[in-house]
C-alpha cells in the first residue's frame, strides 16, 4: 500500500513539474514578444516616431495645378520631365533633427529648354535645396507638398531664358 502511495506521489510531482515547466515556457515567451515590441516602439519613436512617404510613384503623382479664369483649379500635364536627381536635405525643425529625401523631376513642353536645363543643373539644384531646407517636417502634407511645388516654380523660373517649367513631380518623398 506504501508502495502505491509513493507511486501516486511520484506521479503528482512530474505531472506538478510539467505544468511549472510549460508556465515557464510560456512567461519566457511573453516576456520577448513583450520585450521585442516594446523595443520596436522605442526605435520608432527615437528615430522621429512619424517617417513618412509621401508618394514613391511618378505616374500616380498628382501635377502642379494652376489656377484657370474661373476659379477651379486644373492640373499641368508636361509633355517632358527632367529628372534632377535625390535631394537628401536637413529641414528647419528646432529641437530635432528632421530631414527630407526627394527625387524631382521638373516638368516642361519645350524642348529648347532641355538643353538649357542640363546646363543649369547645379543652380537649379541649389535653388530647390534652399527651398527644401527652409521647411519643416509638418509642410510636407499632400496641400503643403503643393505649396512646396509652386515655390520652387517660382523660384526656378527666372533662371530660363527659353521658356518655363510648368510642373514639379516628386517622384518619391520621404520625411523623417
Known amino acids: ?26 512567461a519566457i515567451s511573453g516576456g520577448a514578444f513583450g520585450g521585442y515590441m516594446l523595443v520596436n516602439k522605442n526605435n520608432s519613436q527615437a528615430s ?11 505616374s500616380t503623382q498628382a501635377p502642379s495645378t494652376q489656377i484657370i479664369a474661373n476659379g477651379t483649379i486644373q492640373p499641368v500635364i ?15 525643425d528646432e529641437g530635432e533633427k528632421r530631414f527630407v529625401k526627394a527625387n524631382i523631376y521638373i516638368g516642361h513642353s519645350n524642348k529648347k529648354l532641355a538643353k538649357e536645363l542640363e546646363g543649369k543643373t547645379p543652380m537649379l539644384r541649389d535653388a530647390i535645396n534652399s527651398v527644401l531646407r527652409a521647411k519643416k517636417a ?27 517649367c510648368e510642373s514639379i513631380y516628386f517622384n518619391e518623398i520621404l520625411v523623417q
Open 78 to 92: 508636361s509633355e517632358f520631365t527632367f529628372e534632377l536627381g535625390e535631394f537628401l536635405v536637413n529641414l528647419s
Open 48 to 58: 522621429g516616431g512619424n517617417t513618412q512617404v509621401v508618394n514613391n510613384n511618378l
Open 138 to 164: 509638418k509642410d510636407f502634407t499632400p496641400k503643403g507638398t503643393e505649396d512646396i511645388k509652386l515655390e520652387i516654380l517660382n523660384r526656378i523660373n527666372p533662371m530660363f531664358k527659353e521658356g518655363r
Open 1 to 26: 500500500m506504501s508502495e502505491k502511495i509513493a507511486k501516486e506521489g511520484k506521479g503528482k510531482k512530474t505531472f506538478k513539474t510539467i505544468i511549472i515547466i510549460i508556465i515557464i515556457v510560456l
